[in-house]
């Protein structure tokens, strides 16, 4: 079938204009003005042999990325964390904690934690692997008492993959505080000076490398000072304050802290308590229940987590906010920071499940629409197409879409191994050059003889593209188009997806038509900024920006420039911190468990 178009526009040739990422903003910086935009943005090359060289510099990338070099690299899709606490009267929340975090798998697979309390004694266990695998032990789960708990599934952005570094991380003093966290700090080292400076009188011992812990000391410092600013207060009680000493403590601590978080903790005397960093980068949703003794709390960063446990969403915990549910269970709260939210747009198109409600913005919803604005560009190219496909899981939405909008038959050509998670982290050179291809298998019966249009949410290392681009015309296929829901991913996320470094994206440095010709494809379009970022406004207008970072090279935080991004690659933290380890579906070895009650 014939795409009609008036503006014909054939093979790989696309050119996107600087305009539409360029972001406007008084409160944010962009680094554009401190490095040259990514070369696709440029009309053309300006000669052959430019083109060459830089093909060639892709070719030398991608053979990395899919282990073709003695140094090969894992292979590891964007990933992040996912966090859970649970506030019941009764009986213990450990079985409805392991449910709400199997439903938040997809966030993190590196390491899983959890700690759960009757506030007298806590309980805390954290290892690498997946859920299942840390937590499906009946022996631990009995050990794990308590009507209350947090829990988190981890993929590192700070720090390293052990499981000292898996969370909760915990402070004795002052009044005993476990933390999760889902984001990324972006003045870690500035945060960490502060604490081993005078100012800090304990002089706060850090055990590792996570932003995490870091921000957990703080939160504790800060504590601690509200504490001694009432022991100097004619008239106040130590005792009768410490609900008021942690919401001082999340005003001073969100004026210190850059960057993104999301987090929970168990505070001993106070209670369960969640805060979301000023612009609500990751999302944070509360929930509720009714129970014999009164209304039950769950808050999670994704409310897909809520259903099977039986919880309903009743609201986003808004950007500067800090939630406590108090011991007794009582819901307080306070603005603690002005909130300027700017949602991170990766969650839409990627991180979170279809089924999940973020920011008001159901992430169903967000892909279909990204669907209807990308199949009106596709159809302004005239391909010829015969098939729209998915590659599972991520795209399906849009491209159900895209292929109603097309007026073309959905086929579902590529069949995914349901016992291959979302992301492994190879042991070995053979088993990464494996991982797509036993991963998804492509059908001849769909593909034979088809010119096909293939869908992916993102395109980000090229490392399933370039593989399926093969399978899918081995399988048969005349011709194969690619499209994804996403724009280039250009710039690197430090908001705690794990994406550090441009020189891993198929797309930094080259023009579209170049990628196409790196993934050996007929064709490639990729989503503009200005679209994603409309999706976004129409489903909920009072969101009117959005952190679209990787995508345009501006950061909401605004402390984000070229020197902080040539840090970031130069530390070559995603390398070092991917030691090789057991990989839980592979080896169920557990050499690093972390064990601790008090
Ligand atoms: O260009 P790359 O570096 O290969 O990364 C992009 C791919 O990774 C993700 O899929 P993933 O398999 O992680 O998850 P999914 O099954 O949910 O789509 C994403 O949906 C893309 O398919
Ligand atoms: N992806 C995340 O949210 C990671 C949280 C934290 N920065 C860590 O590395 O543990
Ligand atoms: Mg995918």
Redesign the pocket.
Known sequence: MMLSSKNLSRGCVQRRSVEVAARAGTNVRSVRGAMPPPSHLASTFSNASALKGKIALGNARMSRMVGGGAKAYKRVTP????IIGIFKYEGNANVELYEGLLMLQH??QDSAGMVTTDWSRFKEYKENGLVKDVFGKQDLMDSMKGHCGIAHV??????SSSAQ???PFFVNSPLGIYLI?????TNTEELRDLLNSSRSFFNRHLRTE???EVLLNILADEVHRAHQRCLQTTGCDPNKNKINFLFEAGEMTMRLLKG?Y?CLALVKGVGLVAFRDPHGI?PLVLGKRAGAHGDEWCVASEDCAFGPIGFERVRDVQPGEMVIITEEGKLMSRQCAQGTPSPCIFEYIYLARPDSVLNGIPVYNFQLKLGTALANRIRQKGWDVDIVCPVPDGSRPAAIQIAAELGLPYREGLVKNRYVGRTFIMPDQRLREMSVRRKLNAMPAVFEGKSVLLIDDSIVRGTTMTQIVDMVRRAGARKVYLASASPPVVYPNVY???MPSRKEFVANGLTIDQVCTLLKADGLIYQEVDDLMTAGRELNPDIKDFDASCFTGTYVTGDIDEAYLQKLEMSGRGASRRAPQKVSLINNDRPNAMVGSS
Do not use: I
């Open positions: 990933r992040m964390c996912g966030r993190g981890r993929y590192p952005t700070a720090g570094e898996a969370q966290h889902n984001g990324n700090l996570s932003d995490s993104a999301s990751r705690g997806v794990d």
